[in-house]
């Protein structure tokens, strides 16, 4: 006899197939039958958020880590919540299933004017929002629910692109054959197409004689940076990774050449890659910030581009044509060669007793930060100061320097955290993008995570003031108590402390505690940004006007 269960624990069992164990969200009438179903499934946790934008973020974080995460959403106003963060994952390339509950089938065939809507009988308009930012989307019917489900996610897993499933109230228990469930989901290459890309590779790499990696973020999408130092090791290809792949990499290892922005952050990185005769990008994007305001090497045909579906032309997914990289590199040997020269930044004269400045307080955090770590960065001072940080080994880095929406980085905090329960968080983030999700705090502090938040009260929007009218009013925000915030919203479960100075930040890392939640307050003067930002501001045509 076959085995029954519900629509809502198929797709909890396929979630936890493909490694997902939390479900972020918030619940609403039109879901909550699809949550009863689903939190009934082993080992998937329910992780509620105090609203929709915040749990996009999280688990926006959490995919980058697992490979996918679920985003549970009640139709209209909770989707709606959620659009900003589902769009920052499209931008970022993130494998978020957003999942809906939506009115019931016969609800929607016979237009009733119901909450939730815009009460004029019409169910397709946010579902029509979410397709301009999704890889793929399924509204579920009863003759194919399950294949309906499977298709979504496996869309995910492929582009590493969010997707969309609506459920209908009604169709959360609908009777589905659990045997589908012992066939696994899985795309593959075009055998032909992988042979055709083995020959491409084995003709470019033979002509080479300075070849050069440039990593992107697909690279730790896919979880394939030590297949790709692999390939690199083989061969003896030096690599540079875009500011979007930071700490996929370690900076250790002799290959790794650097960061490349184009022009903009090491000359070094750009010297090696405009002189290379190939140059192979793995899942990079050649958006504004990372290639430096476009001071980027232009894509020439002796170049070689690799996306989640395509590299060099050929239509074959990422993880096998990184497969393929390494087993032709593995064919091949370049001899050593001399490298452009890296920059040496000079530390900048450290006193105790002053006032905390951008460049000291990077500084006094890099030379703290412990192994082990995941630094999240929030846009603005935050990112643009810490990405020019050398991490230490085995560290992982999140940002959101394409989507750029402050805010993302203290909800991702969360996911982070639960995504890999034993690398600590640290997280960077602005007093005026706090302002933006600082309630997640509450349920980082319930889910009994221990991340340092440095949060960096500069009076503002200095991220903004850099690039023009410094004074403006809309740059100004309201003075909050940082520190009685934080304990109140974490439950007196987190260590505060503010600081001036740059003897009083050493000592505040220095007796952190290592087992609860800390929130250091480090106060800077509101014109004060990092030079990498001054940078930013000058190639944007802006600076302090």
């Known amino acids: ?69 679920a985003l549970v959403t009640t139709y209209g106003v909770g989707e709606l919540s959620a659009f900003n963060a589902v769009a920052g994952s499209a931008a970022e390339d993130v494998p978020v299933v957003h999942i809906v509950g939506s009115p019931s089938t016969a609800t929607v065939a016979q237009g009733r004017k119901v909450h ?89 790499l033979a002509a080479a004689t300075k070849p ?61 890659v405009a002189e290379a005769d190939l140059v192979v990008e793995l899942g990079t994007v050649a958006s504004d910030v990372l290639t430096g305001f476009f001071t980027h090497r232009a894509e020439d045909v002796r170049d070689i581009h690799f996306s989640a579906t395509r590299a060099g032309g050929h239509e074959v997914l990422f993880t096998d044509a990184v497969r393929v990289l390494a087993e032709v590199c593995a064919t091949v040997r370049f001899p050593d060669r001399p490298y452009p020269a890296r920059p040496v930044r000079t530390p900048v004269a450290v006193d105790p007793d002053d006032a905390l400045t951008q460049e000291s307080l990077w500084q006094t955090i890099e030379a703290w930060l412990p192994s082990g770590t995941a630094v999240l960065a929030d846009t603005g001072t935050a990112y643009f100061g810490s990405v020019r940080m050398n991490l230490p080994d085995d560290t992982v880095y999140v940002g959101q320097p394409v989507w750029n929406s402050i805010g993302y980085a203290l909800p991702a905090t969360l996911g982070q955290g639960l995504a890999e329960p034993g690398r600590r968080p640290v997280l960077f983030v602005g007093d005026g993008a706090a302002q933006m999700t600082v ?58 402390r503010t600081v001036w100075t740059n003897g009083e930040l050493e000592v505040a890392l220095a007796e952190a505690p290592t087992d609860e939640m800390v929130l250091l307050e480090v106060v800077l003067d509101m014109f004060d940004s990092p030079p990498l930002l001054k940078e930013l501001a000058e190639r944007n045509g802006g600076g302090a006007q």
């Open 212 to 272: 050069v990696f440039v990593v992107g973020h697909l690279v730790p999408r896919f979880d394939l940076s030590a297949a790709v130092l692999e390939a690199a090791r083989a061969a003896n290809i030096p690599l540079v990774t875009s500011l979007a792949a930071k700490g996929a990499i370690d900076a250790s290892q002799p290959l790794h050449r650097g960061h490349y922005a184009g022009t903009m952050v090491d000359a070094s990185t750009a010297a090696l």
């Open 439 to 496: 309630q997640e705090l509450s349920t980082i502090a319930r889910a009994g995570l221990n991340p340092v938040v440095v949060l960096i009260n500069n009076d503002g929007y200095t991220i903004e003031r850099a690039l023009q009218s410094p004074k403006a009013a809309y740059n100004d925000i309201a003075a909050w108590d940082w520190t009685a915030l934080a304990l109140a919203l974490g439950d007196g479960l987190v260590s505060t």
């Open 116 to 204: 939730h809507t815009l009460a004029d009988g019409v169910f397709d308009r946010f579902s029509t929002a979410f397709a301009q930012v999704v890889v793929h989307q399924e509204t579920v019917t009863a003759d194919r629910a399950a294949e309906q489900i499977d298709a979504v996610l496996l869309a995910a897993t492929t582009h590493r692109r969010p997707t969309y499933l609506s459920i209908p109230m009604d169709l959360a228990t609908l009777p589905l054959d659990a045997q589908r469930l012992n066939t696994p989901l899985r795309s593959a290459s075009d055998p032909a197409a992988l042979r055709a890309l083995t020959a491409d590779l084995t003709r470019r």
């Open 1 to 69: 006899m076959t085995e029954q269960i519900t629509l809502a624990e198929y797709l909890g069992h396929r979630l936890r197939q493909a490694g997902v164990g939390h479900l972020f969200g918030v619940p609403g009438d039109f879901n909550l039958t699809l949550l009863d179903h689903l939190t009934k499934v082993p080992d998937l946790q329910w992780t509620g958020s105090p609203n929709e934008l915040n749990a996009g973020y999280a688990a926006d974080a959490y995919a980058r880590s697992r490979g996918l995460a």
